[in-house]
């Protein structure tokens, strides 16, 4: 179920490189279990937007809460913080020199002082809710892109975030791939986790969103339902965009 108050709160939020405005006055809020897709062309500022979330950049001005807590605010721990927020990129970064297992239990060992046991067993389970079960032993490099994305989300998952951001999940992987990654994220959010995803996969917004934003320029310039932008996009320039997309 929805809470009512909000688990991230983005309050007029602006983040600059150099002249580049790249985060133009932004405002969002995302309630515990809301699924928020976010849409728009290259460069208007989704990756910075999530990154500023779990503060990978730093915001000039403005205000973000997770969960209550000013994460600009230096008497909050930064790394507790950022153990609520799970992140997948486009690239899946998993370390290479650990095997599928490694790369899940590092985090809740070192973190979470996890044993060595426990860490397994849910290194385990979640390996095996992603249906990559059988890989646990193997390294990275000798998965498909689409098993290596779902063992770079069972590993986000791995430290019981409340929050997972998706930055393109799904954009360097072959066709072929997406739908296997589109499902675990789909389960995921059917288990009533908090997402926020950048994607132009616009069946899963579709199956899956809430509420969905299109982003230009820094700005958010349209927000509402799935519905609402396959139906009824008000602005030109989603128009112009979905027409491009879709
Ligand atoms: P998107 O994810 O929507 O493609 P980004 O958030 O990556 O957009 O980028 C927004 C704008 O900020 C772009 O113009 C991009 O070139 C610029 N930008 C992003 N990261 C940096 C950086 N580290 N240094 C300078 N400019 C950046
Ligand atoms: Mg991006």
Partial sequence: M????AIIQIKNVYKYFGRLCAL???NLDITPGEKVVVIGPSGSGKSTMLRSI???????KGQILVDGKDINDRSNDINMLRQELGMVFQSFNLFPHKTVL???MMAPMKLKKMSKESAEKRAME???KVGISDKAHVYPKMLSGGQQQRVAISRALAMDPKIMLFDEPTSALDPEMIGEVLEVMVNLAKEGMTMVCVT???GFAREVADKVIFMDNGKII???TPEHFFNAPENDRTKLFLSQIL
């Fill in 24 to 26: 133009n006055k932004i």
């Fill in 2 to 5: 929805k809470g009512t108050d």
């Fill in 126 to 128: 979640l390996l095996h």
């Fill in 200 to 202: 132009h996969e616009m």
């Fill in 102 to 104: 490694g790369n899940l």
């Fill in 222 to 224: 349209e927000t509402g």
């Fill in 54 to 60: 779990n503060r990978l950049e730093k915001i000039d």
